[in-house]
């Protein structure tokens, strides 16, 4: 087995998540999804970014600053990374990358600033996500393109509240990873069109064998929604591993 964001030879894939799944590296801690992530800005996104294109990375984790951003997944171009609060793997971003402390809802630049920005398992910690998608949508270049994935499950949008009262099962450890303020379900993207955004769903390596997916750490229905203003931005992310739906 192997990771390609560490490039390490792996024994054996470790569990991770609630409720545990295989997948997390034992050397870089990556996942099936930062895996696939990685693979997609190294080989089908970054590549066809012009040399001046900014990216914007909200609460970048660990994981994203030392691998994603600092192992040359992004190429040369500069990452702008924002969190409400500077922590400690933020000051190991490396140039041109840089770090500003600022709220996702009240973001200070510019309109049509950015060419990428990742929005990775964050909007369900944001207290009014409604806002913050509106944000996104106006520092999103005409034609660039958002990645705002998140954990969603079937059924209405529901507050961590209403979630614990259904799930008593569940503790306090499964909504610290998969967000303290609410648990998303199918109309999630009635929130991204009333944003102003279209959306697509799109799923990797659909055509590979599950030895190739097994043996790299990746899973069949693991899928990237990407927003825009322009939908002729999807053609940043052709590629024959790729399919649109």
């Not at 309109?111 to 998608?133: G, K, M, W």
């Amino acid at each position: 087995m192997y990771c390609w964001i560490c490039a390490k030879e792996v024994a054996e894939f470790l569990p991770y998540g609630i409720p545990p799944k295989r997948g997390r590296c034992p050397h870089c801690a990556a996942k099936p999804r930062g895996r696939l992530l990685g693979w997609l800005l190294k080989q089908v996104l970054c590549p066809r970014l012009g040399a001046t294109a900014r990216l914007l990375e909200v609460g970048a984790s660990k994981f994203a600053v030392d691998y994603l951003l600092n192992c040359g997944f992004v190429g040369g171009h500069r990452c702008t990374v924002i969190d409400l609060r500077r922590l400690r793997h933020h000051r190991r971003l490396k140039a041109p990358n840089n770090f500003v402390q600022m709220d996702l809802t009240r973001m200070g630049f510019r309109a049509e600033s950015f060419d990428l920005i990742l929005c990775n398992n964050t909007l369900p910690y944001v207290s009014d996500d409604r806002q913050a998608l509106r944000e996104i949508r106006r520092c999103l270049k005409p034609d660039g393109l958002a990645i705002i994935n998140t954990h969603r499950q079937p059924g209405p949008t529901m507050s961590v509240s209403e979630h614990r009262r259904l799930h008593p099962d569940l503790g306090n450890d499964y909504y610290a990873v998969n967000g303290d303020q609410r648990v998303y379900g199918d109309d999630f993207f009635d929130r991204v069109r009333e944003a102003g955004l279209g959306y697509r769903m799109v799923s990797a390596f659909y055509r590979r064998s599950e030895k190739f997916l097994r043996s790299n750490g990746l899973k069949r229905h693991n899928e990237i929604i990407f927003a825009f203003v322009n939908p002729e931005a999807l053609e940043r992310c052709r590629h024959e591993d790729l399919r649109t739906t």
